[in-house]
């Protein structure tokens, strides 16, 4: 099994910048495809960002790319979600999960998750 403990959220103005971290615990962290999830208030969770186990391969949702960059340092079990130009509609409970058989953006894909960070973007 593997524990995730997400940190970095907090409040923030329109056009500012957040970066969160995802770190793991009880298995390496390179075993895993990593995404980011998010959930605001009465919506449903959607998919972020996700990242190969490598490293080397990416996907973002529409409404963040350009604007968020999801990276791994596997070596610290660590991964990061840097996100600029945030927009009010970034809002929400941020959830990294980890993925042991595919790359997707699906949610039921995932095997753990997070107990997510709350951003909130201030117009």
């Known amino acids: 099994q593997v524990q995730l403990v997400e940190s970095g959220g907090g409040l923030v103005q329109a056009g500012g910048s957040l970066r969160l971290s995802c770190a793991a615990s009880?298995?390496?962290?390179?075993?895993?495809?990593m995404g980011w999830f998010r959930q605001a208030p009465g919506k449903e969770r959607e998919f972020v960002a996700v990242?190969?186990?490598?490293?080397?391969?990416?996907y973002y949702a529409d409404s963040v790319k350009g604007r968020f960059t999801i990276s791994r340092d596997n070596a610290k079990n660590t991964v990061y979600l840097q996100m600029n130009s945030l927009k009010p509609d970034d809002t929400g409970v941020y959830y990294c999960?980890?993925?042991?058989?595919?790359?997707?953006?699906?949610?039921?894909?995932?095997?753990?998750w997070g107990q997510g960070t709350q951003v909130t973007v201030s117009s």
């Open positions: 990242i190969s186990r490598s490293g080397g391969r990416t």
């Open positions: 999960a980890a993925a042991e058989r595919q790359f997707t953006v699906e949610g039921g894909g995932y095997d753990y």
């Open positions: 009880g298995r390496t962290l390179s075993s895993y495809a």
